[in-house]
């Protein structure tokens, strides 16, 4: 977290909020009444002013409109449990669903980093989009999947449904560590058709500040669901764009998140070999690789039932000593082909607008007919860009999606569809959701 003093900076960079654009805007979406949308944001110190000058500028935005739903992003430097508070006392009976994010927000303002904190919220009303927001408790559920099962249900039965209804798209946000399991949970109750697309709630040193929130609760280890059912075109895109390498492998020992043998050999080595060396050190004395490896994870290689081929990448945590085993940020199993993946930071800062297109292409959409977008994108790989270049990632997905509002958040894993294969926990991954306006 050495950086996060010289990101304090960008709060001076990024940004004034123009009630005069607000009210432009506003005026705007008069004509398309189908969905209609207002977004905030503040760097703002205090609690209470910062979601004061967020919630102005959605209701600015919105006029006379009042909205069904809203997302919230927020970091762990303001208290959680205030920030739902304050954005109730503002907003009023309207559903919420969210979750803490890495260092900073995104909206199609800037990338807004505070010198305490930062929050963001978008607002949506629309008459073609059904929204129910549901959530679980962990620590309560008698196991991970039981939780997933318990929140779908409980999103289901918030939007007005049944569990005949399937929904059309599922947001999800949970505490890091147990995402497949949840995955699974979700898809007993509505099948592995449906995506389920966003990321795990974020601090801003991985020591376990994150929250999630779900109408009126905040939970610390939860799991956080939207069940969306809408007649409105809708694109995904969940993208881990890497080059690939010609280095790979079959794991021949795993469990859990640990790699303990690729082709019959220790893990570590293996991994170690591959990057010719460079973390030879660490080999020696155990310890994290964390920081070292977003630029070369490894990608489990994923086919689909229609024959396609993905290469979803998964992030080196640690080499751990004696076994030389390799611990990584998803579950790995014994069979599971993978390959050594590269890249550099100009290709990330280059996927807020190739996974934007993407959503564009997966929907079927004109750059035109875009009515609000939700980006999530990795903390890892967001920490891998140097601080002056990411002030441009707003503008590469305005560009990619005509200026349309858009909400994001840096999350410690995401989760997305992939065509044939279904839905699937990786890292240093990125997705966006773009809705058709009417």
Not at 195 to 205: C, E, I, K, M, Q
Request: hydrophobic share 40%; charged share 20%; proline share 4%.
């Amino acid at each position: 977290m050495k950086r996060l003093g010289n990101l304090f900076v960008l709060a001076a960079m990024l940004s004034i909020c123009c009630p005069l654009i607000a009210a432009q805007e506003a005026k705007a979406q008069e004509k398309a009444v189908s969905v209609k949308t207002g977004y905030g944001w503040s760097v703002k110190d205090g609690v209470e002013e910062a979601v004061k000058e967020a919630v102005s500028s959605v209701k600015s935005r919105l006029g006379k409109t009042k909205p069904d739903y809203a997302i919230l992003f927020s970091t762990v430097g303001y208290d959680s449990e205030d920030v739902l508070k304050q954005v109730q006392k503002r907003l009023g009976s309207v559903k919420i669903y969210g979750a803490t994010s890495c260092l900073g927000v995104i909206t199609k303002d800037g990338f807004h980093v505070g010198k305490v904190g930062s929050l963001a919220i978008m607002a949506i009303s629309s008459d073609k989009i059904c929204f129910g927001v549901g959530g679980a408790n962990l620590d309560q559920a008698s196991s991970p999947r039981q939780a997933g099962r318990q929140a779908i249900i409980a999103a289901i039965k918030d939007a007005g449904k049944t569990e005949k209804d399937i929904p059309n798209l599922v947001l999800i946000s949970a505490a890091p560590g147990k995402e497949e399991e949840v995955l699974l949970g979700i898809e007993d109750v509505i099948g592995k058709w449906v995506p389920v697309v966003g990321g795990s709630s974020a601090d801003n040193t991985i020591e376990g500040f994150w929250r999630q929130y779900a109408n009126d609760q905040v939970y610390s280890n939860g799991l956080v669901l939207t069940a969306i059912y809408t007649d409105l075109t809708v694109g995904t895109a969940f993208q881990s764009e890497y080059y690939r390498t010609l280095k790979r492998g079959t794991v021949t020992k795993a469990e859990g998140r640990v790699i303990y043998e690729i082709d019959g050999k220790p893990a570590a080595e293996v991994y170690n070999g591959w990057l010719g060396g460079k973390l030879s050190e660490v080999l020696k004395t155990g310890g994290t690789i964390l920081s070292r490896t977003a630029f070369y994870p490894l990608a489990k290689i994923i086919h689909g039932e229609g024959g396609e081929t993905h290469y979803l990448s998964i992030h080196p945590l640690s080499f751990d000593l004696p076994a030389k085993s390799l611990a990584v940020f998803a579950d790995m199993k014994t069979g599971d082909k993978i390959q050594l993946m590269r890249g550099d930071w100009e290709l990330l800062l280059n996927r807020p607008r190739t996974t934007s297109q993407q959503a564009l292409r997966n929907g079927g959409l004109l750059v035109e007919d875009v009515g609000f977008g939700i980006f999530t994108f990795c903390a890892g790989t967001m920490l891998a860009i140097p601080l002056e270049e990411m002030p441009k990632m707003p503008p590469l997905i305005n560009d990619a999606i005509g200026g349309a509002p858009f909400i994001g958040t840096f999350t410690f894993g995401e989760q997305g569809f992939l065509a044939g294969a279904g839905n699937k926990h990786g890292n240093l991954v990125n997705s966006m959701i773009v809705f058709k306006k009417e």
